[in-house]
């Protein structure tokens, strides 16, 4: 079944989600909050007849389903609940909106209880993969809403994404991106570390990371990270920011509910020196080079 589809979020991740919904047959309202966008980034999706929208009122008229993949937790509840455009006042009264930024898992469920008063669904959908993943159509997703509203989303978002896992109730989806963020930092940090100790006992750290790659060590982020720490090849890849604004949300929630995670507590600050050192868009690899700073001190 086709829809037609408003997409909010032009971004690294936003543009090849859009590519791939083109390629299933649905129509597409494309929006940007800049004209040259039409012209340079999205243009070949303007080619193939998706339609330009230069406000958010615009690009609701009509959808069947709009799809939100912008920054942070501010700028989807600005979107949809608060601005001035918001998206709640536009949106069909049977309409999907289905939330694939990572924010905070609070906001997001009042989100979804202010869209659900209005008639409209909500479904946060946070995605794991990549700008790969997401050209290969294999990003994989953590979904949280009613039972009903993410079956709907599911057949939409499985034209870019090959694993949708339900985890709960509107919410439930960013907790588990949030889960899978800790994870993921604490791998990296992990892995930064492990090379800094075979470095100063004067072993060679690729000869390290290849004897100990398909070990009980081993995981798909060291796999990735290694080698990059390994070159000095710190080009995104995974923008240091977007992992800096992830830990800061799981951060700032474990906090508030008074739950003790050191290591969380370690990356939070580890994280805000490199944005203090204007290294964000850099690779979250470049974690192994801010242990080489620590050491400096
Ligand atoms: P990006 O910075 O490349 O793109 C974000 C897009 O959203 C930009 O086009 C920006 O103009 C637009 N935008 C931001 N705020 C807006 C607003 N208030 N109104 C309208 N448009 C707005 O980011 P990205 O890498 O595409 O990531 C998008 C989301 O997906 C983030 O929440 C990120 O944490 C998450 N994510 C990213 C990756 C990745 O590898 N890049 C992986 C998984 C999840």
Same mark, same amino acid.
Not at 143 to 154: D, H, M, N, V, Y
């Given at each position: 079944m086709?829809?037609?589809?408003?997409?909010?979020g032009?971004g690294?991740?936003?543009?090849?989600m859009?590519?791939?919904?083109? $390629?299933r047959?649905?129509?597409l309202k494309?929006?940007?909050?800049?004209?040259e966008v039409?012209?340079? /980034?999205?243009?070949?999706?303007?080619?193939?007849g998706?339609?330009p *929208?230069?406000?958010?009122?615009?690009?609701?008229? $009509?959808?069947?389903?709009?799809?939100?993949?912008? #920054?942070?937790?501010?700028?989807?509840?600005q979107i949809?609940?608060?601005?001035?455009?918001?998206?709640? *006042?536009?949106?069909?009264k @049977? !309409?999907?909106?289905?939330?694939? %930024?990572?924010?905070d898992?609070? !906001?997001?469920?009042?989100?979804? %209880?202010? #869209?659900?008063?209005?008639?409209?669904?909500? =479904?946060?959908?946070?995605? %794991?993969?990549?700008?790969?993943?997401?050209?290969a159509?294999?990003?994989?997703s953590?979904?949280?809403?009613?039972?009903?509203? *993410?079956e709907?989303?599911? $057949? &939409?978002?499985?034209?870019?994404?090959?694993?949708?896992?339900?985890?709960?109730?509107?919410?439930?989806?960013?907790?588990?991106?949030l *889960?899978n963020?800790?994870?993921?930092?604490?791998?990296?940090q992990? =892995?930064a570390?492990?090379?800094?100790f075979?470095?100063a006992?004067?072993?060679?750290?690729a000869? &390290?990371?290849?004897?100990?790659?398909?070990g009980?060590?081993?995981?798909p982020?060291?796999?990735l990270?290694?080698?990059?720490m390994?070159?000095?090849?710190?080009?995104?890849?995974?923008?240091?920011?977007?992992?800096?604004k @992830?830990?800061?949300?799981?951060?700032?929630?474990?906090? %508030?509910l008074?739950?003790?995670?050191?290591?969380?507590?370690?990356?939070?600050? /580890?994280?805000?020196?490199l944005?203090?050192?204007?290294?964000?868009? /850099?690779?979250?690899?470049?974690?192994?080079?801010?242990?080489?700073?620590?050491?400096?001190?």
């Amino acid at each position: 079944m086709t829809h037609t589809i408003g997409f909010i979020g032009l971004g690294t991740m936003g543009l090849p989600m859009a590519a791939h919904l083109l $390629n299933r047959g649905h129509q597409l309202k494309l929006y940007a909050r800049r004209q040259e966008v039409f012209t340079l /980034q999205a243009k070949h999706l303007i080619d193939r007849g998706a339609i330009p *929208c230069l406000s958010l009122t615009e690009v609701a008229s $009509n959808a069947d389903v709009i799809i939100t993949n912008v #920054l942070g937790t501010e700028d989807v509840r600005q979107i949809l609940i608060t601005g001035p455009e918001a998206i709640q *006042c536009h949106a069909k009264k @049977d !309409a999907l909106i289905i939330d694939h %930024s990572t924010i905070d898992p609070s !906001a997001t469920k009042e989100i979804a %209880s202010q #869209l659900g008063s209005q008639g409209v669904a909500f =479904v946060d959908a946070p995605v %794991s993969g990549g700008v790969w993943a997401a050209e290969a159509g294999t990003l994989l997703s953590m979904i949280g809403g009613t039972e009903e509203a *993410c079956e709907r989303a599911s $057949n &939409v978002i499985s034209a870019y994404t090959k694993t949708i896992t339900r985890v709960g109730e509107a919410g439930h989806g960013q907790i588990a991106k949030l *889960c899978n963020q800790i994870a993921q930092v604490i791998n990296i940090q992990g =892995v930064a570390e492990s090379l800094t100790f075979a470095h100063a006992l004067g072993a060679d750290p690729a000869r &390290v990371f290849e004897a100990i790659e398909s070990g009980m060590g081993g995981s798909p982020m060291m796999s990735l990270m290694a080698p990059k720490m390994i070159n000095r090849d710190f080009k995104a890849g995974i923008a240091a920011r977007l992992h800096a604004k @992830d830990v800061n949300i799981a951060h700032t929630a474990a906090r %508030s509910l008074e739950t003790p995670l050191p290591c969380l507590n370690v990356m939070s600050k /580890q994280y805000q020196r490199l944005i203090d050192e204007g290294l964000g868009e /850099q690779d979250s690899s470049i974690l192994f080079k801010m242990l080489k700073r620590l050491d400096a001190e």
